[in-house]
C-alpha cells in the first residue's frame, strides 16, 4: 500500500515541528553520540591514575557499566554486534575497581568469555596500555615510541603529521607515556589475574609475530633497537624531547578544555602531562578535567557516560538541510537563527592542517564547538550546502564566509583528486605497519563519501564544471565496485556511501542514464529489505557477505532512498522508493521522531562506531522531503532494472 500525499505531508511536518520546538536557544542542534563502554571505563580509570576518583561518579559509571552488558556477560561495541574483547576486559577491569566482586554470575560470565578468547594476551595494544599504567600489563609487553620522534620533520617517514589528525592527537602523549611507563597502583581486589589463561608469571609479554609483511618484519626488528636505544638515549637530547612533546600538547588543549575534538587525545594528554608533573589543579589540568562536566558526559541519576566526542555543528548543518530539503522556507526564524550561529563557528585561525596543505587560508568548520586546530572539510561541505540556501538580513556576511570555505575547500584536495577528512594527502600507508597501529585508522586517506558532499558543495555553489569537481568526480569513479555500490567511509557502510555519490554526480550535472549510475540504482534496490527499509550491519566492513544487509533502521533507509532519488524515473526505483517512503511512514512516532537503536556512524571501519542520536530524525526528513518534490516534479525514464548489464561502464 503506497502512501497517500496526505500522510507525506503529516510525517514531514510531524519532523519539522519536532526540529523546531527542539532547537538549542543558541541557534544550533545537538544530539548525543554513543559510541561504547570503553568511554566510560576508561574514565574511570583516568579518574584513579589522577588521585581525583569520587565514589557518586564512579557508581554511576559502573550502573551505566552494567546496563550495557549483553546477557552473556560481555560487551559489544555497538548495537547487536558480537562480543569484543577489549571492550569486556577494559570494563571488567573497570567494575573490579569501583568494588565489582569476581564472583557476580555476570562477571563469571565475562571471566569465561574471555579466558576462551584468548585472554588478556589477545587484547588490543591500546588496552594494554591502559591495563600497563595499573600493573595489569607488563610494559615489555607494549611497541616502543622514542619521544624523539617530535623532532622528525616533514619530509622524514613517521613524523607526528604522517598520522591523521585523530591519531596525531594521541600519538604526542604517547611518546611521553611509552616512554616514561608509569604504574598507579589498584587495590588486591581490582587485579585481574584470573584473566591471563597461563598466569602472570607464564605469559608471553613479547610482541606478537608480524604479519606478512615485510614492513611488520621490520618494524618487529626496529623495536627491539628502539628498546636498547631507550636505555642508552642521551638525557639531555630526551629530556628536550619531553619538554617538546609537553609544549606541543599545552598547545593544542581546546578552548573547552579537550584535545583533538575526541576522547583519547584527551584523556592520554591529561595522563602525559600528570606524568610530567602537572598537578590537578593546575589551569590546563583543571579545564581538561572541566570539560567533563561541561556537555561532554551524559548523565542522569543512576548514569555517567562520557562521549567520545560531541557534534553541534554536524548535527545543525544536517537538521538546516533537512528542514529546507523538506519545504521550510528559507528566511524561516529557525533557519536564520542556525546560521548566523553557524556563521560564528567557522574557524578562521590557522591549524594542523596547514602543515600538509601550505598556503591555505582558513575557512573550514570544525564538528564540535571548539575544535579550532582542526576543521574538517566534510563539515565545511554541509557547512556551505547549509548556508547557500538561506536568506539572511546580512547576506554579505554570509557570502564572504561562504567564499573563504569554498577557497579552503578547494585548497585541501588531494592529489588523486578525492578529499580526506582533516588533511590533504595524508596518505602514507607505512605508518599502519607500526607495531602500536592495530587498532583504527591512523591516516585520512580521501574517502568517496566525504568527496561526495564536497561535490555537492562547490556544485551548489556554481563549481560544478570546475576542474576541480572533474578531478574529484574521476576519483570517485575509479572508487566505483563493479557491482555498483560505493565505500562509505564515515557512515555504515556501502548503503551510505552509495547514498552519498549517487547525489554528487546528479548535483554535477552528469547524465544520470549512463549504466553506472543504473548499476548503482540496481545494488541499492537489490538490498532492499522485505518491509521496505535499508539496514547494513558494521560487520559488513570486516566481511563482504554483510554488504547492504541489517535490520531497516531509519537513517539508512535515508541514504537508500537519496541514492534512488538521484537517479529516479524507473518503475522499479520507483516502487523501491515509494515502499522506503511507506516504511519511514510507518515506523515514525507521534511526536515526529524515528527509534534507532543501531549504529550507523562511522568512526574506524572495523574498530569503533557511532550512533548519532540525531541521524534518526534527520535523514528521514531529508529524503521524505527530497521525495516528495519528486513526485511534483517531472519524471526521467530509465531502462529496465532488470536488464541493466552488470559489467563496469
Not at 233 to 257: K, L, M, N, S, Y
Not at 282 to 289: A, S
Not at 315 to 329: F, P
Request: glycine share 10%; with cysteine; aromatic share 12%.
Amino acid at each position: 500500500m503506497s502512501a497517500s500525499p496526505e500522510a507525506l505531508d503529516e510525517a514531514i511536518r510531524r519532523t519539522q515541528d519536532y526540529f523546531l520546538r527542539t532547537q538549542h536557544p543558541s541557534g544550533y542542534w545537538l544530539g548525543d553520540l554513543e559510541s561504547n563502554v570503553c568511554m566510560a571505563a576508561e574514565y574511570l580509570l583516568l579518574t584513579h591514575f589522577l588521585g581525583v576518583g569520587e565514589d557518586e561518579r564512579w557508581r554511576k559509571v559502573a550502573n551505566y557499566l552494567r546496563r550495557q552488558r549483553r546477557a552473556d556477560g560481555t560487551w559489544a561495541v555497538y548495537h547487536g554486534g558480537p562480543p569484543d574483547l577489549n571492550a569486556t576486559v577494559e570494563s571488567y577491569f573497570a567494575l573490579k575497581l569501583a568494588g565489582e566482586s569476581p564472583d557476580d554470575p555476570a562477571m563469571t560470565r565475562a571471566r569465561e568469555w574471555v579466558l576462551s578468547a584468548g585472554g588478556v594476551p589477545k587484547v588490543r595494544v591500546f588496552t594494554k596500555i591502559w591495563l600497563a599504567l595499573f600493573g595489569q600489563w607488563d610494559w615489555r609487553g607494549v611497541p616502543v615510541l622514542p619521544p624523539e620522534m617530535i623532532f622528525l620533520p616533514r619530509w622524514f617517514p613517521l613524523n607526528i603529521y604522517d598520522f591523521a589528525a585523530w591519531a596525531r592527537a594521541t600519538i604526542v602523549p604517547m611518546l611521553i607515556i611509552l616512554s616514561e611507563r608509569p604504574t598507579c597502583p589498584v587495590p588486591d581486589h581490582a587485579r585481574i589475574d584470573e584473566l591471563f589463561p597461563d598466569g602472570r608469571d607464564g605469559t608471553d609479554y613479547s610482541l606478537p609475530a608480524p604479519q606478512n609483511s615485510r614492513w611488520s618484519s621490520f618494524f618487529h626488528r626496529a623495536d627491539g633497537l628502539l628498546r636498547r636505544f631507550d636505555r642508552f638515549a642521551p638525557g639531555a637530547t630526551r629530556e628536550a624531547a619531553f619538554r617538546a612533546a609537553e609544549d606541543w600538547i599545552v598547545e593544542h588543549q581546546e578552548a573547552d578544555g579537550a584535545w583533538g575534538g575526541i576522547q583519547p587525545a584527551w584523556v592520554y594528554s591529561l595522563i602525559a602531562l600528570k606524568v610530567r608533573g602537572y598537578a590537578v589543579d593546575h589551569p590546563v589540568m583543571r579545564r581538561g578535567l572541566q570539560a567533563f562536566e561541561s556537555g561532554w558526559a551524559i548523565e542522569d541519576g543512576e548514569t555517567f557516560n562520557p562521549q567520545a566526542c560531541v557534534s553541534p555543528v554536524w548535527d545543525t548543518m544536517l537538521a538546516m538541510n533537512a528542514l529546507l530539503d523538506s519545504g521550510l522556507a528559507p528566511d524561516h526564524p529557525a533557519l536564520v537563527h542556525a546560521a548566523y550561529w553557524l556563521l560564528g563557528r567557522q574557524v578562521l585561525t590557522g591549524g594542523d592542517w596547514q602543515v600538509g596543505a601550505p598556503g591555505v587560508e582558513p575557512g573550514g568548520w570544525s564538528f564540535e564547538f571548539a575544535n579550532n586546530f582542526y576543521p574538517d572539510t566534510d563539515d565545511t561541505a554541509e557547512a556551505l550546502i547549509a548556508l547557500s540556501r538561506v536568506r539572511l538580513p546580512d547576506e554579505r556576511r554570509k557570502n564572504e564566509a561562504m567564499e573563504r570555505g569554498r577557497r579552503w575547500l578547494l585548497g585541501m584536495q588531494s592529489a588523486n583528486g578525492g578529499w580526506g577528512a582533516f588533511d590533504r594527502d595524508n596518505t602514507r600507508r607505512l605508518v599502519n605497519e607500526i607495531p602500536f597501529c592495530d587498532f583504527g585508522e591512523v591516516i585520512d586517506p580521501p574517502s568517496e563519501d566525504v568527496t561526495a558532499h564536497v561535490i555537492e558543495a562547490l556544485a551548489l555553489l556554481g563549481a560544478g564544471d570546475s576542474a576541480a569537481v572533474h578531478r574529484g568526480l574521476r576519483y570517485l569513479r575509479r572508487e566505483n565496485r563493479p557491482d555498483g555500490r560505493w565505500f562509505g567511509r564515515w557512515g555504515v557502510n556501502y548503503v551510505a556511501g552509495t547514498g552519498s555519490v549517487l547525489p554528487a554526480f546528479k548535483s554535477a550535472g552528469c547524465d544520470m542514464t549512463k549504466r553506472r549510475f543504473h548499476r548503482a540504482a540496481a545494488w541499492l534496490t537489490g538490498v532492499q529489505n522485505a518491509d521496505g527499509g535499508w539496514g547494513e550491519d558494521p560487520r559488513s566492513y570486516v566481511d563482504e557477505s554483510w554488504a547492504g544487509r541489517g535490520e531497516s533502521a531509519p537513517s539508512q533507509t535515508a541514504w537508500g532512498m537519496t541514492g534512488l532519488l538521484a537517479v529516479s524515473g524507473d518503475g522499479a526505483i520507483d516502487d523501491s522508493l515509494e515502499r522506503g517512503a511507506q516504511w519511514l511512514i510507518e515506523n515514525q512516532e507521534e511526536d515526529g521522531q524515528w527509534l534507532e537503536p543501531q549504529f550507523t556512524g562511522t568512526g574506524f571501519p572495523g574498530d569503533f562506531y557511532i550512533k548519532y542520536d540525531l541521524y534518526r530524525n534527520y535523514w528521514p526528513l531529508l529524503a521524505l522531503g527530497r521525495y516528495r518534490d519528486a513526485l511534483n516534479g517531472p519524471r526521467r525514464r530509465l531502462p529496465s532494472l532488470r536488464s541493466a548489464p552488470r559489467s563496469a561502464s
